[in-house]
């Protein structure tokens, strides 16, 4: 059972534009989210994060969004820069237990 | 750097062969996890460890075994390989406990089983 689902398997986008990394969950409990940038062969890079108590947290060009009534969690990333291009998990916590998504891969055009 | 620190990084073996992985956490970090990663998928959770104890299973194999030891520090120990554990295995911490907090992962060690 997929708790945290990504349904985008991939996304491109032009330099400078904005990207828009999208994710759903279905289990109300979750009280932590997470983004993660990966690229091949290195470990997940931690992101940003949101607790379930806000709707926004920014950091930088990162910015997460949350929608608890729809069970949706938004990165959005303004600018978007060549070096953006990684796969991108999310990931939803509930007690320090961590589900993640199966990752979209962003590519960033120059 | 997370502070996650992970060896090898790089291991051959063959199949039937054992082999273990080991793991430190970030320092003031009481809960280790490890993940695996096969052909660029998605991150497959096989265990949890918090302060010593087991803490959550997940898609871990009845092959592979873990434990984290008094001074934290944990040990995936994956025997009778065959070629399908070819994979990344990854290992994180978090401070743990009842609050959520950020998950920091290691580099990783790539398994490569012939």
């Known amino acids: 059972d997929q708790q945290v689902k990504q349904n985008s398997p991939s996304l491109s986008v032009q330099e400078g534009r904005i990207s828009i990394l999208n994710c759903d969950y279905t289990?109300?409990?979750?009280?932590?989210f997470l983004w993660y940038k990966k690229y091949p062969a290195e470990g997940p890079t931690f992101l940003i994060s949101?607790?379930?108590?806000?709707d926004k947290n920014e950091d930088g060009r990162f910015t997460v969004f949350l929608n608890k009534s729809a069970k949706h969690l938004s990165l959005h990333i303004v600018p978007s820069q060549p070096g953006d291009s990684a796969v991108y998990f999310c990931?939803?916590?509930?007690?320090?237990?961590?589900?993640f998504g199966t990752g979209t891969s962003l590519t960033v055009i120059p | 750097d997370s502070g996650v620190t992970q060896t090898p990084k790089h291991l051959i073996t063959a199949t039937g062969q054992r082999v273990t992985l080991r793991c430190s956490p970030r320092?003031?970090?009481?809960?280790v996890y490890w993940y695996q990663q096969s052909l660029d998928q998605g991150l497959q959770f096989l265990i949890q460890?918090?302060?010593?104890?087991?803490?959550a299973k997940g898609n871990i194999l009845e092959r592979f075994s873990a434990q984290q030891f008094p001074d934290l520090h944990s040990e995936l120990n994956l025997s009778s390989l065959e070629l399908g554990d070819s994979a990344l295995y990854f290992c994180?911490?978090?401070?743990?406990?009842?609050?959520?907090?950020?998950?920091?992962f290691g580099e990783g060690s790539r398994l490569t089983v012939l």
């Open positions: 460890y918090y302060n010593g104890e087991e803490r």
């Open positions: 949101i607790s379930s108590i806000k």
């Open positions: 289990n109300s409990m979750f009280d932590y």
């Open positions: 994180a911490s978090s401070v743990g406990g009842q609050r959520s907090g950020e998950l920091f």
């Open positions: 990931a939803a916590s509930a007690r320090n237990q961590f589900y």
């Open positions: 320092s003031g970090d009481l809960s």
